[in-house]
T-cell receptor, first 110, second 116 residues
Framework: SQQGEEDPQALSIQEGENATMNCSYKTSINNLQWYRQNSGRGLVHLILIRSNEREKHSGRLRVTLDTSKKSSSLLITASRAADTASYFC??????????FGAGTRLFVKA | GAVVSQHPSWVICKSGTSVKIECRSLDFQATTMFWYRQFPKQSLMLMATSNEGSKATYEQGVEKDKFLINHASLTLSTLTVTSAHPEDSSFYICSGGLAGTSYEQYFGPGTRLTVT
């Protein structure tokens, strides 16, 4: 069964706006990762946040983690058309096993 | 970063035949490899986890006799879809795991399987 639930399922914004995607999970985790997938392609690892971290930045990406609420968010600032993709959170509950959320499809209109 | 390749990138086969998909870690030794299946507009579903030299561990609902996984070396894992049916048509993605504290996985580009 899938660990993560993501919302929204789809998000459409204008170029330059910020995009926020949320992920909730059910059990304790060691870390949480965010991935991007362009249509029909493989996954690109974006960022990993450990269970003892609350926030992490990488370029235009900002990830937060609230273990008390079992949730995480991914913020993409100043979005670009090239950011159009599906974004997945994935949780590691131990021993390497990674469970993916349902994903958010982001459309950035130029 | 670590690179994982898959071959072939796409394959079309007839119903009843078997198809083998290769997953290679090109510049690192993957102690663990994972196989996922992704249907259109859906998320990745973990099929099985394999450690080099041992039998794969399959997720609930995945038929081990239908999806044969071999992990003969630290750089190669294969998934064979036996007696393929149209419902096996999907995007198959492998990943290699680097042992250590980060537990990051590196994903292959995927293989599109179409069974006619």
């Amino acid at each position: 069964s899938q660990q993560g639930e993501e919302d929204p399922q789809a998000l459409s914004i204008q170029e330059g706006e910020n995009a926020t995607m949320n992920c909730s999970y059910k059990t304790s985790i060691n870390n949480l990762q965010w991935y991007r997938q362009n249509s029909g392609r493989g996954l690109v690892h974006l960022i990993l946040i450990r269970s003892n971290e609350r926030e992490k930045h990488s370029g235009r990406l900002r990830v937060t983690l609230d273990t008390s609420k079992k949730s995480s968010s991914l913020l993409i600032t100043a979005s670009r058309a090239a950011d159009t993709a599906s974004y997945f959170c994935a949780t590691d509950t131990g021993g390497f096993k990674t469970i993916f959320g349902a994903g958010t499809r982001l459309f950035v209109k130029a | 970063g670590a690179v994982v390749s898959q071959h072939p990138s796409w394959v079309i086969c007839k119903s009843g035949t078997s198809v083998k998909i290769e997953c290679r870690s090109l510049d690192f030794q993957a102690t663990t490899m994972f196989w996922y299946r992704q249907f259109p507009k859906q998320s990745l579903m973990l099929m099985a986890t394999s450690n080099e030299g041992s039998k794969a561990t399959y997720e609930q609902g995945v038929e081990k006799d239908k999806f044969l996984i071999n992990h003969a070396s630290l750089t190669l894992s294969t998934l064979t879809v036996t007696s393929a049916h149209p419902e096996d048509s999907s995007f198959y993605i492998c990943s290699g795991g680097l042992a250590g504290t980060s537990y990051e996985q590196y994903f292959g580009p995927g293989t599109r399987l179409t069974v006619t």
